[in-house]
């Protein structure tokens, strides 16, 4: 599985950006992606996820703030940031995941730096 994200850069508080990610290769598995972010000295958190039955899961701190959706083909997602705070500043992840009997196998897609200035 690959994925390719982009739609990250410089924006002003209150600002707006939209995040996207398309997968490749042996995706037919996949059931869930999503983003997740890492702000510099901080762990990586959970910003949206969504599922193929359109469940979604949102941090608390981007809640009312951020929209993941999917198109049908559940090959690319996007996320919509609004009212964007300085502390949304970070490197945002692409991640699909393949729920199995085995487990869950997660991949993830090259960061994508998104600053917000004031």
């Known amino acids: 599985v690959q994925l390719q994200a982009s739609g990250g850069g410089l924006v002003q508080t209150g600002g707006s950006l939209r995040l996207s990610c398309t997968s490749s290769g042996s995706i037919d598995s996949i059931n869930e992606m999503g983003w997740y972010r890492q702000a510099p000295g901080k762990q990586r958190e959970l910003v949206a996820t969504?599922?193929?039955?359109?469940?979604?899961k949102y941090g608390d701190s981007v809640k009312g703030r951020f929209t993941i959706s999917s198109d049908n083909a559940f090959t690319t997602v996007l996320l919509r940031m609004t009212s964007l705070r300085l502390e949304d500043t970070a490197v945002y992840y692409c991640i699909a995941a393949d729920s199995n009997p085995r487990g869950i196998d997660r991949f993830w897609g090259q960061g994508t730096q998104v600053t917000v200035s004031s």
């Open positions: 969504i599922t193929t039955g359109g469940v979604t």
